[in-house]
């Protein structure tokens, strides 16, 4: 196992892979918790060895996220019900933990779509605060974190939707661009779910590989009730569609 390190260590030109300790012990695993969202269908075998929440047809889950020199992607495990054991920590307190580690770490970023072009205004529109000046003018937004690796995870972080409703108080549509990115679209009446859905779903076919897929499905969010939800319209009448 120390050969194996030695030629890991080297072939990813890192200092060093994070000891046992980082891992087995709470006390010191817990600040390289973090969320991400995966489908659930498409994961429900994993899925039942692992802590996680479900959110319509996804599901939040937890690993532990580890900064490697020099490298744009951190190392990462997937924390199952195995190693919660061995912590002896409950689910929420682990979510908890996790939530407060990407607000510091990755914290949500909302940008316009043209900013990626170098076309938009590039600031972050969740970082102003409570009260915004105006109403963005643009036509779709991506909704990631400031890595921009498994930054769909967002769509779920606290208090981010609230945000964006103030932003678009008209309301907005969820698109599942694939499991690093979310696209928001504002409801201006140009745009309708079954296009929207079915735009999703050509988008995931031809241009998203199979595990990086979140979803063939649209969604809003209720403003009364605080939550998100899958929009009926958005769905095609054959669901052999779906992968």
Known sequence: MKEMAKLAEKGMEIK???KADKVLVYGKAKEYLCVRIVNTKANRKRLTQMPHQELEDLSLTLALCFPLDG???????EVTDELMGIWGMEEETL?????????RRQPPVLQDMGAMFGMADPRNLLAGGAD??????????????????????????PGVMEKIS????????ILPSSIHEVLIVPKDG???PKELGNLVREVNQIEVSSDEVLSDRV???????????????SLPKERGMER
């Open 71 to 77: 490298r744009r992607e951190d190392g990462s495990m």
């Open 190 to 192: 140009e745009l309708v």
């Open 16 to 18: 060093e892979i994070p």
């Open 132 to 157: 915004f000046p105006h109403k963005p003018e643009g036509q779709m937004f991506v909704l990631t974190n400031q890595g921009m690796r498994y930054g769909a995870s967002a769509l779920a972080c």
């Open 219 to 233: 969604y809003e969010f209720d403003r009364e009730k605080g939550k998100i939800r899958q929009i009926p319209e």
């Open 95 to 103: 979510f908890q933990q996790a939530w407060g580690n990407m607000e």
């Open 166 to 173: 103030r932003l678009f108080p008209e309301g907005f549509y």
